[in-house]
T-cell receptor, first 113, second 115 residues
Framework: AQTVTQSQPEMSVQEAETVTLSCTYD???????LFWYKQPPSRQMILVIR??????QNATENRFSVNFQKAAKSFSLKISDSQLGDAAMYFC??????????FGQGTRLTINP | NAGVMQNPRHLVRRRGQEARLRCSPM?????VYWYRQLPEEGLKFMVY????????ESGMPKERFSAEFPKEGPSILRIQQVVRGDSAAYFC?????????????FGNGTRLTVT
């Protein structure tokens, strides 16, 4: 079974600085997709960024980018120019062809003004 | 285009009662997923349904829990004879088609409290 591990329960960063959230996963499949979701206090799950495993190029969405290392099974999220609105729980997730989305335990990100 | 709609937002039940959680997927979406989130934890997969079919229920407890997605109407997650351990946030998500690249769109969740 696939597993997703986020080893940082909590992270904090100064506003306008850059922070990287770690994620590793375990799978025997070659075709899969990786996602980062954000969950603010409102509890809504918001898609931040996604990466197809067959693509070597790292995905980027404005201030959010990933470092995808397929051989190492690592998928970290970098947030540049951190803003107060970025404060939330961040979940890394894996999805295979069987459709089920598997989540990590989450990292709580605090932005210090 | 309305998002995934879940109701109620909050549900309080006494031990032994039944809880019914509803989920209307986004328009055009035919795949529904239910997840459970305990406080300070990630989302745990429960069940994946398509219209009138349960595709994967590997995360569903064997007893008291059931789910359906009828041809007409919302998907329902039903918990019979609730216990305090069932207290959690239950999220529904939908996607338009098969294929892992389609991101799941989540509802705002139903917070179930069992007293």
């Amino acid at each position: 079974a696939q597993t997703v591990t986020q080893s940082q329960p909590e992270m904090s960063v100064q506003e306008a600085e850059t922070v990287t959230l770690s994620c590793t996963y375990d799978t025997s499949e070659s075709d899969y997709y990786l996602f980062w979701y954000k969950q603010p206090p409102s509890r809504q799950m918001i898609l931040v960024i996604r990466q197809e495993a067959y693509k070597q190029q790292n995905a980027t969405e404005n201030r959010f980018s990933v470092n995808f290392q397929k051989a190492a099974k690592s998928f970290s999220l970098k947030i540049s120019d951190s803003q107060l609105g970025d404060a939330a729980m961040y979940f890394c997730a894996y999805r295979s062809a069987t459709q089920k989305l598997v989540f990590g335990q989450g990292t709580r990100l605090t932005i210090n003004p | 285009n309305a998002g995934v709609m879940q109701n109620p937002r909050h549900l309080v039940r006494r031990r032994g009662q039944e809880a019914r959680l509803r989920c209307s997927p986004m328009k055009g979406h035919s795949h529904v997923y239910w997840y459970r989130q305990l406080p300070e934890e990630g989302l745990k997969f429960m069940v994946y349904l398509q219209k009138e079919n349960i595709i994967d229920e590997s995360g569903m407890p064997k007893e008291r829990f059931s789910a359906e997605f009828p041809k007409e109407g919302p998907s329902i997650l039903r918990i019979q004879q609730v216990v305090r351990g069932d207290s959690a946030a239950y999220f529904c998500a939908s996607s338009p088609q098969t294929g892992g690249s389609s991101p799941l769109h989540f509802g705002n969740g139903t917070r179930l409290t069992v007293t």
